[in-house]
């Protein structure tokens, strides 16, 4: 069996699982030869045992607990309990993670009536003896028996008004122990007693911070932050040998960051506070200050600190986030643990480690906590600024935009035009309403999830965009929408922070984002580290440019329904849909594709020398039609005929419905048309000597035959033109569950596999995205039945099947795969997407910084 | 190598792949002693070296054939081309399965101008020589020089006028020999010249036949019936030499089958014709007379044939269908295959058969085409009666029916209670309308697929339906419905046959269904032979007892929403959706549980001592809502309110949104409620002695944690109930793919599976049945993209994802399996079944007796 107990000196400080992050830093600290109060560790295991044992402490451990007590006592010559030289002890909760919610610290303990005459007595100090009795019998009536702390403060205050005094540090040793008499008093009317044996007061203690691990805020806390049982493993116990740093102007407590964590300069970062316990500076009743006084107040001790910071700081080699006290004149070293820092910081932290050759570049790289760069990429409300959002919807393109409410398409162009930012607030979004996004500065809607029309869009212009905000009801006729009983007029400003959901009323104090020269070198860094490709999600020139900048090397996904969206070519596309007849059909067609061939032109050329995976039609033929009230007569095709073609195509579920690869089997003249624009922009850009690369990709197929049909429509316009275009790559996404059952099949025809994960991640649930995002999904994750949302991060079962594909679709050759679907910009996804083997992840253009930086933790991380 | 060609002695009448059905045949009775006319079979090998070949014969392919005559030469004494006694052959296709299109038969060949003398001198008579001369060049020219048949027969009725008779046979010597030369100038006119060299007329005539192969009807046929290219396998081409039925009142042809393919009586049945050949049978030019007026005609001959036959029956242990030849009162065997049947005879012999002792039980069973056994389960049209139908749609719950359109619910109901036959024609319905379903024949609608509510609905009430009928368009107001031009009034009768999707104007001859004994023999014989347990899919007790006379132990899927239907039951449902007060959804909860318990005590009665599967409510709650302009205020809710509430449950997917599992644990009300009412009815069953055996099902799980959740209520609502109820066992549906990949997990927690296979191919293909079965699917099919509708026949991809749920869910426990989506009673789908090693198939009611006999089949077949 492990030991139950382990001392400072024996312990290992590596082993956090077992001494808890407090415990590990103080052993750590003591075999650097650091100051540290002699102390122990209950173990975490103890913990466990308590909680296997029904809540009760393992037998046998009070006598371990009393035989460290007695180490203690022949360490420091004093002894626990003892009428002249007390041993006094802090007991302090600490778990292999931070956790905010448990029992914090009980001072002081070993006190009674007693002890307190001999510290007293060697304090030389009556006054400060009392003050830490009346603090202990506080904490402990609190902590350890949960009576209400607000009784003993009301006590403390009304002492304060009868003896006229205004800080607690102001009342005298008379006050003082006539408190402790009052609150030895509110024991006995809460029916406790307080416990005189200084080994009772401490076994209560020890048992209190067990009970503190299941305390309601604890599990919360773990609940929120995804932190499983086997991550948590219970809570240590550290009983340390008190020091004071209220014994006078030569004592005091404070707090230190090695570095900067806001800014991430290289100097001392902290304050400190004279003449004070820890809890002191805690309660805010005396001001601290800043670190830099020490240097001035105690310069010797100001020089040790720096001296075992600088040294902390190479042992662990991470910034440090330091607690101390000083005992008259000496320092004593309470905590140590790796700094919490803003995005920044960490970035700027990273770069200047290496550059001082503290840490290499994985490490550099490996200490980054990836998701919390975005917060660099984009505007963002200032967090210093306490705003309460209106409404809260779902966060569907990250950002923050201020600007103008409008509910309507042409008056939010019209607006725009004068130079107003204009948020566009619709209930849902359609492709008419598209030339409106241009010249919006963000996109509400109230209906719709990640994948509604909205949303996509937005995405693929970098523009803020909230969807699915059922929060606000909009009321086009008046004019306003509603946000919980708070009415906003077309025409008032706004504020929405589409990283997040949030919607204010008015404007809100913003950041803007800032790619500083130390996030690029660790991109460069990561870049060289990284082994996955990383391509990147966009429909414009625009988002492919933005993208090359960040360091994206090619584009995994380009959709050309996007293109049909302008306003010039929207109503021929919808005559394209709404005729019936072949002939009429190409004849659109064939007006289409001179628009989409200029397009595919400008991309090809601004990722020229990558690869350009461009998708063919995909969505729906439906979801490109006007509205139903806004259909009026065509040249060729009356109202009641047009109703009539809207009758046919509609769909119950869309999703799975006629989209994709079938929609080419059905009109094969659509992919043909496609293809060919594609394959003529390339020769055009060819000659005039660009190398273009396009990649064709085909959605929604699940099985061979249907990507046979369209191989064959791709060679014949192939051969059909007098350019060798054999290094155009010909492939399919995976997204269907029955191409992954069939992908050794399917792999005999294509060239390469993108996993569109998004859709292969609704069949696999048999979630519509639209339909549970928003709706009972949330419960889900709360109740536990799924650890997180599959469509921000893939799901295990996702994996095992994505697993299959691969196995398979390389079982005879070897084959490109990589993945566009949304899940290419999480970092735990990237994770498993390198775990997979896959050649390259694609994430939309903001998202390529992350995921440049996740794949190389992968890379690191898995070897 | 094989050899190309082998003869009737040679040949291995087993060997209908090598040989063509036509000379396996031959050859088999050949070496049974039969009297065949001697004779060759060029193989399919052959056909396929010929397509192989670009459309060439192999090399040395006419010197084979030359050796193959000589031996013909040699056995007959005659020679071919010979100008004394001249050998004349046949020469038929024949593939290894019958196949309606390609080449048939070239008779007479072997004629020329020294021939046509040589067969007049020998057969004594110049005008059968002329006669077949003239034939052989009118088919020759036809089939194998192309030339359009109807010059040829125009000449012919030509020549009949200019000499004044009617028939062909009235034509003379001098007439024919006229034609003859007609004939030619025709070959001239086309530039083509008739061969005069018999083996040159030999060779053509095969290519001709290997051609055919490739024809447009025989590629279409094939398609049609999904005869891929490794069954078809090619054609053989069998040359035989001649017999004639033509050389006078001894000589004749005809068609037997060795019983009555439709009443399956045991007795000759087929008909002859006297001085003929064979295409004078088909051509109808003269009466054919029944096979017994040859019993007086010719009374040797006749018991020749009932010999043969006999004998054929005896070896082959199937009905056969032979051709014979008698020439001059010799009989000649010219082919026998076993005999298409209809469903009763195909019955009635096999019964017969095995009581004769000519086959055994398991023969009797392998040898039945189940899919035909539905014919004799429901009213099906006289197929006598040729009847035009108006329209065509989805076929949804099989039988036929006659009754007077209406086109609305009230007046459904109004109508019926008048004692009119109702067909209740909707453009889709809802859970309102189902109490005119109780009160129609049969249900009509222009919209919707298979698993449409009126599907679902009438199929489990046995109610003949036909969906997604796009070509009618129904106009409320005018109380009219048009189809492809025609207008049907409200009031007017029309049939509506369920099984095919016709609907035909007015009433039109029905057939009674009836079970007779030799049906209720097989089923027996079946059931003790099957492996494969059967139950049904019913959620009534009609459907139960139904279920239960047919043979199914147990009901493998009874769906508790369908008890919610009735008319007192829907307005309490409905409230209890609109409600959003936990409170109020409970009071509404607890009436409808005393409904659905009283149900299921029917249902569990009926099927006393079998286990019932109960699924808790499983659709998405909207689709129970009325129709939004049917909404009036209720008591405790206005109009807006209700109306805002549907908007809250309205879902752009239903089909992957909020239902089955998702419901019960964003409502445990529900779930538990229904929990409690099954649990309440089982024990109140048990105390009256019924042995009610309730199995619990859950759908749409797709994580462990889902079941996880209600298996807790489950247990709870057990706990409270003073019974032991250890025996009930509770299980999950696996349709949602996530499940299957998941399946270890989710068997810890659970006692058994049922493949939901409707919902899992929906899944597996992202195919949403209602919008694609209607809609591309069929061309997906005609285009061979797809092998069949994969909601009628398991898919390979849709088992492979079952192979894993299986081998994983199995991996630690002996765990009950079975399936209850439609594919249970489909019998390829229930050969998959039992391969893949389920417990039971549960199908639709009337499937049953499909299901039990598809189950035997797989057992016999697989051993």
Known sequence: MQRRIVSFEEGDGRDRRLLGGKGAGLAEMTRLGLPVPSGFIITTEVCNEYYANNKRLPDGLEEEVRDAIHKLEEKSGKKFGGNKSPLLVSVRSGAPISMP????????????????????????????????????????????????????????DEMKREKGVIYDHELDYESLKELVIKFKNVYKEHGKTFPTDPYQQLMLAIEAVFKSWMGERAVEYRKYYKITPEIAHGTAVNVVTMVFGNLGNDSGTGVVFTRN??????????????????????????????IERLAIEMPKVYEELVAICSKLEKHYREVQDVEFTIERGKLYMLQTRAAKMNAYSMVKTSVDMVNEGLIDKSKAIKRIDVEQIERLLYKQPDPKYDAKPIAKGIGASPGAATGMVVLDTKRAIEFAKNNHNVILVREETKPEDVPAFFKSVGVLTSRGGKTSHAAVVARGMGLPCIVGCSEISIDEEMRVFKANGITIREGEIVTIVGTNGYVYKGSIPLIEPEITNELKQLLSWASELKRLGVRANADTPEGAKLARSYG?????????????????????????????????RKKHLARLAEFIKNDIKSILTVMEGYPVTIRLLDPPLHEFLPRVDEVEDLPNMRREEILQRYKELEEINPMMGHRGVRLGITYPEIYEYQIRAILDATVELRREGINAIPQIMIPQVGSVEEIRVIKDIFENVKRSIDYDLSFVKFGTMIEVVRACLTAQEIADVVEFFSFGTNDLTQAVFSFSREDVEGKFLPLYIEKGILKYNPFQTLDPAVGKIMKMAIDDGRAKRDLEIGICGEHGGDPSSIDLCHRLGLNYVSASPHRIPIAILAAAQSAIKNG
Not at 119 to 144: C, H, T, W
Not at 555 to 584: Q, W, Y
Request: charged share 30%; aromatic share 8%.
């Open 552 to 584: 994206a090397k090619g584009i995994g996904l380009c959709r050309t329904e996007r293109m049909f969206n302008a306003s010039d070519r929207l109503p021929i596309l919808v005559s394209m849909i709404l005729t019936k007849d072949k002939e009429e």
């Open 101 to 156: 919610g448990m029992m914090d610290t009980i001072l002081n303990l070993g006190l009674n009536d007693d002890t307190v005459e001999a510290l007293a007595r060697e304090s030389n100090d009556p006054r400060f003896a009392y003050d830490a009795y009346r603090r202990f019998i506080q904490m402990f009536g609190k902590i350890v028996l949960c009576i209400d702390e607000k009784i003993f403060a009301d006590l403390l």
């Open 261 to 290: 964590p806001e800014s991430g300069e290289k100097r001392l970062y902290g304050e400190f506070l004279r003449n004070a316990q820890g809890e002191d500076v805690v309660a805010g009743v005396r001001t601290p200050e800043p």
